[in-house]
């Protein structure tokens, strides 16, 4: 009988394939059939920082608005209960979700800063939340903050959560960092981060040069997206003191393989999802079987980080010397298939 079960912060769960953020978590039916269609645990869609900053201002806007004009001014405030924040809502969310499923529900909190909005990490621990996936979604544009100042505001946001919250909390960051070894491990070693999630996806904007306008593009990912993370992790295989999930490009079961031979706990999905259906999930994981079955593994967790760059043959083929060897198999290739007949 072959084993798919996996570990990924403590949690066991029974195979590696989380649901992803996207459109299909963002409802309880959703949510609902996304446990139906063989998900391990779901991941919810971001509460953003400015989602909560917004509300916050808007709040005290009009519960302020007039008050030095006469002193009626205080008759006239609205019963703000009546309509339910964002934040609220998300919350709620949580609660009925974990009254439906029995798979964990892991909630995203989306900032960049040292602001109130950290409070709701612990709202969302009492509101059921399983775990909480942190996403430090932030393109940094000011030129006055450099890269060790804009790393350790991270950290120290990361430190704020755990402190707050006794769940686990994962971490998803982008690739872009200069040293991106180092700044994933004193996530999990300084900020205390149980996961570690590679990368997330920025989506760039595009120009409309119709309307000469600003407008914003996404495309859903490819498999090849996945080879960064891939390498990373392999990287970083028992050198990092966190679990390590792999998102983006997961769309076939030979994904899955070579991501958990590249020593991932779990992987992410929500592309393949999305354009081929929740039927996805369980077509995957029988090629995974059959790959098992045909090559003779019994269970996930004996491959995982079979091929990191500490159990391969030639741990260079990670680095500069996997660089050198590409340029030179393409050049070798093109002129063997230009070559004057």
Same mark, same amino acid.
Request: proline share 2%; aromatic share 6%.
């Given at each position: 009988m072959l084993d798919l079960s996996t570990n990924y912060m403590g949690f066991r769960l029974d195979h590696p394939v989380i649901a992803s953020a996207s459109p299909?978590?963002?409802?309880?039916?959703?949510?609902?059939r996304l446990e139906d269609a063989g998900a391990a645990a779901i991941t919810l869609e971001s509460l953003f920082e400015e989602q909560i900053d917004l509300e916050a201002e808007l709040l005290d806007h009009y519960?302020?608005?007039?008050?030095?004009?006469?002193?009626?001014?205080l008759n006239y405030f609205p019963e703000h209960e009546v309509m339910p924040s964002r934040g609220e809502e998300y919350l709620e969310r949580i609660r009925? $979700?974990?009254?439906? +499923?029995?798979?964990?529900?892991?909630?995203?909190?989306?900032?960049?800063? !040292?602001?109130?909005?950290?409070?709701?990490?612990q709202k969302m621990e009492e509101a059921g939340a399983s775990a909480i996936e942190l996403n430090l979604y932030n393109l940094p544009t000011d030129i006055r903050y450099s890269a060790a100042a804009i790393e350790e505001r991270y950290i120290q946001i990361v430190k704020r959560v755990k402190h707050s919250t006794s769940i686990p909390v994962a971490v998803k960051?982008?690739?872009?960092?200069?040293?991106?070894?180092?700044?994933?491990?004193?996530?999990?070693?300084?900020?205390? $981060?149980?996961?570690? +999630?590679?990368f997330n996806r920025f989506y760039q904007p595009d120009l409309d040069l !119709?309307?000469?306008?600003?407008?914003?593009?996404l495309d859903l990912s490819h498999s090849f997206e996945m080879r960064l993370p891939m390498t990373w992790i392999a990287i970083l295989h028992n050198k990092v003191p966190?679990?390590?999930?792999?998102?983006?490009?997961?769309?076939?079961?030979?994904?899955?393989?070579?991501?958990?031979?590249?020593?991932?706990?779990?992987?992410?999905?929500?592309?393949?999802?999305?354009?081929?259906?929740l039927k996805?999930?369980?077509?995957?994981?029988?090629?995974?079987?059959?790959?098992?079955?045909?090559?003779?593994?019994?269970?996930?967790?004996?491959?995982?980080?079979?091929?990191?760059?500490?159990?391969?043959?030639?741990p260079q083929a990670f680095e500069r010397a996997n660089y050198m060897k590409v340029l030179h198999s393409f050049r070798t290739n093109f002129n063997s298939a230009n070559k004057p007949s």
């Open positions: 299909l978590s963002n409802s309880l039916d959703g949510i609902r519960l302020t608005y007039g008050t030095n004009s006469f002193s009626e001014a009925k $979700a974990k009254e439906v +499923v029995n798979i964990p529900v892991i909630a995203s909190l989306n900032g960049t800063t !040292e602001g109130g909005w950290l409070a709701y990490a960051v982008s690739p872009f960092f200069s040293a991106p070894a180092n700044i994933l491990w004193r996530l999990a070693r300084d900020g205390g $981060a149980n996961g570690l +999630v590679l !119709e309307t000469m306008s600003v407008v914003a593009r966190a679990d390590f999930a792999l998102t983006s490009g997961i769309h076939t079961g030979q994904d899955i393989l070579k991501a958990m031979m590249a020593g991932a706990k779990v992987v992410l999905v929500a592309s393949e999802l999305l354009k081929s259906g996805r999930i369980r077509e995957i994981l029988q090629e995974v079987r059959e790959w098992m079955n045909e090559h003779e593994y019994v269970s996930i967790r004996q491959m995982q980080g079979s091929m990191s760059q500490s159990n391969v043959a030639d």
